[in-house]
């Protein structure tokens, strides 16, 4: 069994340490399995949260209404916002497996969704209410870059503040991965940054990771293996290590931080917001006012994570963060799904949405830096894989849980069966007044 709360520490002063670490907690978790068939049937039991059976239904989760914010936590949280008091991190690393379109940024439905890939993913005569080709030509990672930057827009404009001036203030780090950073980072200058400032605006590419194997009684890791990515949570432990964030000159040239520069940073913030591509409320309305509201008053609490409760669709449940109370513990706790043996997507009643805030973040980040987060394993085309979960920090500092009154379900382009609702979301997008016209002025593309 796997307890988070008990994270083995990491080294996380390299690569290499780093990896030196994973090659020892393959010996040792793993010792008396000789073979990766063996593995791969006990890592559901490897996995496995140690205090499962006794888990129980989540208590005091903060409702969002009129009663726990109000006008005036509103105004603070705006405040915070437009004068760049929030790190806004976005997570765009993620290969989308599921849909096996590659890289979601760069995902572009109007040309990516054939009818070929559109009767793989729906069948073969998939009812779209908005097919591909009523789309703009857009990938969804630059939908999703454009919905920030509007979102700050009309915020600044009903705050009496210059836009332009509130967008230059703003933080943003953007997660991506090897295969796809170059052309990301190509997006970014072509649009002009969507508007923001090149020096602030900060990137970091995730490293992926050959498999370990197992060979006359040795662990041992696999050059012949495929690189993949060890899930979100080596990201953000990848971010507190030294030389991985950096900005593009006027030349486009990287220049790296140091790990000091970045605390620095963090340690002015009030607030780190961990976004994640793939949620669909997002391309209606990015900015959540009443959320981060929420999460700068818990800050003042004493709270330093804040993660929102959403229900399962019940027509199709997903996998993902599980919150429950742990007896043992005597709090509630954020469990992703590889750690609840025998608990089925379309038991899990209370789901992580996937949008963090880190108040404070600088004492969030320095505990991951110092202790690490706990690693499930994953055993894929016959070879081991770690796979961190960047929730899990919740085990490591106080944590807030909130909803909101409407306990609706996730919305996510996370498997195919989303596809249609994603491509609404997009739809919806391309038809909200004046957005596509003052796009294509922020950005001087024709879009």
């Known amino acids: 069994m796997l307890d988070p709360a008990q994270p083995v520490p990491l080294d996380l002063a390299s690569f290499d340490s780093y990896l030196g670490t994973c090659l020892r907690l393959a010996r040792e978790r793993l010792a008396g399995l000789t073979s990766l068939e063996r593995v791969a049937l006990a890592q559901d039991d490897l996995n496995q949260y140690p205090r499962l059976a006794n888990l129980e239904e989540p208590r005091d989760i903060l409702v969002l209404d009129e009663h726990s914010i109000q006008a005036r936590d509103i105004e603070r949280a705006a405040e915070t916002l437009l004068a760049g008091g929030v790190l806004l991190e976005h997570a765009c690393a993620g290969e989308a497996t599921r849909l096996g379109l590659g890289t ?67 933080h943003l780090l953007v997660i991506v991965n090897d295969a796809s950073a170059q052309r990301i980072l190509e997006d970014f200058q072509e649009a002009g940054f969507y508007g923001f400032e090149r020096r602030k605006v900060l990137f970091m590419v995730q490293r992926a990771f050959h498999g370990l194997n197992y060979r006359q009684g040795a662990w041992f890791h696999d050059t012949a293996s495929p690189l993949r990515l060890h899930n979100h949570g080596q990201m953000l432990m990848q971010t507190t290590m030294d030389q991985q964030l950096f900005h593009l000159d006027e030349m486009g040239r990287r220049r790296y931080l140091a790990w000091q520069d970045y605390q620095g940073l963090l340690e002015g913030m009030e607030d780190k917001l961990s976004f994640n591509i793939e949620d669909l409320d997002y391309l209606t309305r990015s900015l959540d006012l009443p959320g981060l509201a929420a999460a700068l008053k818990l800050a003042d609490q004493g709270a330093r994570m804040v993660m929102e409760v959403v229900a399962n669709n019940p027509e199709h449940p997903i996998k993902g963060g599980a919150c429950y109370w742990d007896p043992e513990l005597g709090r509630n706790v954020m469990i992703e799904s590889f750690q609840l043996k025998g608990i089925a997507p379309a038991h899990i009643r209370y789901l992580n949405k996937n949008v963090n805030h880190y108040p404070r973040p600088a004492l969030a980040l320095a505990a991951v830096r110092q202790r690490g987060l706990a690693m499930p394993i994953a055993v894929k085309k016959g070879f081991l894989y770690f796979q961190p979960v960047q929730g899990d920090v919740n085990f490591l500092v106080p944590t807030a849980f909130l909803r909101r009154v409407r306990f609706k379900p996730i919305r996510a382009w996370k498997a195919a069966v989303h596809t249609p609702e994603a491509l609404t979301a997009m739809a919806g997008q391309d038809q909200r007044p004046g957005f596509l016209a003052w796009a294509s002025g922020l950005t001087g593309l024709a879009l």
């Open 104 to 170: 979601k940024y760069l995902v572009v439905p109007r040309r990516d969704l054939t009818p070929a890939v559109l009767a793989e993913l729906l069948g073969p005569r998939p009812l779209l209410d908005d097919p591909p080709d009523s789309l703009r030509p857009l990938s969804l990672g630059r939908r999703h870059m454009l919905q920030m930057a509007w979102d700050l827009w009309q915020l600044a404009l009903e705050m009496g503040q210059d836009p332009r001036r509130a967008l230059g203030r703003q």
